[in-house]
Structures are given as C-alpha cells and as structure tokens.
C-alpha cells in the first residue's frame, strides 16, 4: 500500500481544508471526520452505481467514528444536476432534522460532488461538506475548488455557488471500478491541466507516460492525480471564486465544451471527450488569435490521441453551437472568451471577435462532417 499525500489548500479569507490522495485513504475518513467535526449527523450523498459498494463503505467509516449516518442515491448521469432533485434533497435533510452543525459527504463523481455542493451550500444559508471523489475526473477537478452548482436547459451549471468542502479524500483504489468513458473523462482534465500549468514538465511527463496511465498502472495514477490536484489547489488558493482572473485557466477547452454537450443533450458525449474537442479547437484558435506555433497543435492533437481521446465524429450547425456559446456563463457583454495558449505552459484569456469564431466552427463543423463519412455516416453514440 503507498503512502497517502497530502496536498493542503489555503484560501483568501482563512479557508483551509486537506486533500489526502493514496491508495487506502478512504481509511483515514473516519478519525479526520470526527476531528473536523464535532455534531451528530451526516448525509452520504451517491449515485445508484456508486452507492452499493463505496457509498456503503463511506457510511460505515463515519458510523464507526459515532455518526448518526443517512444515505440518499440519486440516479446517475447530468439529468441529476437539476432544481427539482436539489429541492427532494433539501426536504430530505429537514426531514432528518439536520442544523447547521451537521453535513453532507458527496461520494461519488462530478455530478454527485456539484450536486451534494449547492445543497449543502443553500441548506440554511451553508452547512459544511467533504467529499469522497470516486471517478478520475472528480479526484482531479470537480472536487477541488468548491464550484456547485446544477444545470439549466439554457447551459450546463448556470445556478450554482462557491463553498468549499472541509475535506477531499482520493482513494485510487475506487479508480478500479471505472469504465471506459469515465477513464476519457479524466484523462482530458489531466491533459488541460498539463496545458496551461506554469511548468512545461507536466505536460512533457504526461506525453512520455501516457501509454503507462491508459494501462491503469497505479503509481503513475496516483502520481498524475496528486501533480494534476497539486495545481488545480494552486490556482485556487489564489482565486477561489474566479474573480482575479488567475482560475480562468481552467477552463481551457470548456468554452465549446459546454456548447458540444448542450447541442448533443447531456449525457450523450461524455464531458471528457468535449473538452477533448474544445481543446483541439482552442489549439487552432490560439494560432490565428495569439501567433501560436503549429506544434502546439500537434502537440494537442498527439497528446489526446494516445490518452484515448481521438477527435469525435459528430457535428452541429455552427450557428447553433455559436448561440450556446454566447449564453455561457463564462461570456461577457455578449462577447465570447476563450482560455487561448501562446504555448505550452503559457495561456492568456482572449475577447474573440464573432466573426473569428463562426469562420472556425464553419471550418471545424467540416472536418466533423468528413469525419462522420470516413465512420460510414454514423455520428458519435448512434448504433
């Protein structure tokens, strides 16, 4: 068994909470539970995959360190992130009789983290939260950083607050249970963190290990979600509510990300492989707007290639697309941003002119539609 790490994040304001990332941390949740808080009960929220085998295992941690423990499964996929389960959940906990002094563990993925967030965020203006990522994407993004939030029909997260959670345990050994899709979802959050981090090294030791991490060797995973979370923190603990212009960073690739997975319906193309997609296209967009090297590109495309991430055959009207990206949050003044590299390890946060945009979704939506010929006219998820 290795030995856990712990990465320790400091906020503006005094927020300070832990990170333990290993193989066997989820060992540890019963004594540092019971040390950050002293009340009665807690709430394991999961998700029907997820909740009969570490959802369990959460709860019967924090009942060996003297909690009243309940345990709520919400259905699994994007559909979860709504208002109306937000409000089940919210009744739930005043049924249960929960006061300030209680909280809430997220067990689970992305969805299971934003979710259980904004609940435990809105329930009586704040009650306090850990969470127990079980999926690659979560260990290395979602559950760093306090965003919550849940979806609209007009866009992805568009009600949501900051809070964040006292307590993030990354046990690897629940990354044994992963399928297919959630490894890709991963993957492609490691792949933009190696991007737009301050050092180079990242992304060139993640290209040389890239074949050793789609073999699910343990070390190099525990070693990529400890670098990928160690700079995630980084960024937080300089702009924990993305005011300062410093987390920007983080949403290389999301900006046609957001708009790939509205137009296709949630849930239809895994979030990993749309920013997979967006990151292609900010590749392209950064030579035209910031004079990037076409190696940057190669450099993108390779790097996804061998991280089982190809370039997904499937299209949408560029107008459609533009539109989504119009109403993101991450707009302003109608204007759209995107997160562009002037190379590796070096990203600057660009107005792009409309015009500039539709020609590169037009020249984008025309390499889709090769692409779909070249699948025998199938797009991405059809039978």
């Keep these: 068994m290795s030995r856990d790490r712990i990465i320790h994040v400091a906020l503006p304001g005094g927020h300070v909470y832990d990170i333990r990332i290993g193989s066997g941390a989820l060992s540890a949740l019963s004594s540092t539970a019971r040390d950050l808080k002293d009340c009665q009960r807690a709430l394991v929220i999961s998700d029907e995959n997820v909740g009969p085998a570490y959802g369990k295992l959460v709860k019967k941690r924090l009942e060996e360190a003297g909690f009243e423990v309940y345990d709520l499964l919400i259905a699994p996929g994007e559909t979860s992130k709504s208002v ?14 929960f006061t300030r002094d209680d909280f809430i563990v997220a067990c689970g993925g992305g969805v299971v983290g934003d979710l259980a967030g904004f609940v435990a965020s809105t329930y009586m203006r704040g009650i306090d939260f850990i969470q127990v990522p079980t999926t690659l994407l979560a260990m290395v993004d979602s559950s760093i950083g306090g965003k919550t939030g849940v979806n609209l029909q007009a866009g992805k997260n568009l009600v949501g607050t900051f809070h964040q959670p006292i307590f993030v345990c990354s046990d690897i050994r629940c990354l044994k249970t992963l399928l297919e899709e959630d490894w890709a979802n991963g993957f492609a959050e490691i792949a933009k963190s190696s991007f737009v981090a301050p050092r180079r090294s990242f992304y060139e030791w993640l290209r040389d290990n890239a074949a050793g991490l789609m073999a699910h060797d343990v070390e190099l995973l525990e070693e990529a979600v400890y670098m990928t979370a160690e700079f ?24 046609l990300a957001h708009a790939i997975e509205n137009a296709a319906g949630y849930g239809t193309i895994a979030h990993g492989r749309a920013v997979a997609e967006g990151m292609r296209f900010a590749a392209r967009l950064s030579v035209e707007m910031l004079g990037c090297d076409m190696s940057v590109v190669k450099a993108t495309d390779g790097l996804l290639d061998s991280l089982g991430l190809p370039a997904l055959p499937w299209v949408a009207p560029p107008e459609r697309l533009f539109k989504l990206m119009k109403g993101d949050k991450k707009a302003r003044g109608g204007q759209v941003r995107f997160v562009l590299l002037e190379d590796i390890a070096k990203w600057k946060l660009v107005t792009v002119p409309d015009d500039v945009i539709m020609e590169h979704l037009q020249a984008w939506c025309t390499l889709k539609e090769r692409l779909i010929e070249q699948n025998g006219g199938k797009m991405w998820g059809q039978a």
């Design 84 to 97: 109306e389960l937000a409000n089940e959940l919210w009744e739930a906990i005043a049924r249960y009789g």
């Design 232 to 255: 995630k923190a980084s960024v937080v603990s300089k702009d924990s509510t993305e005011s300062a212009g410093v987390r920007e960073c983080l949403n290389y690739g999301h900006t």
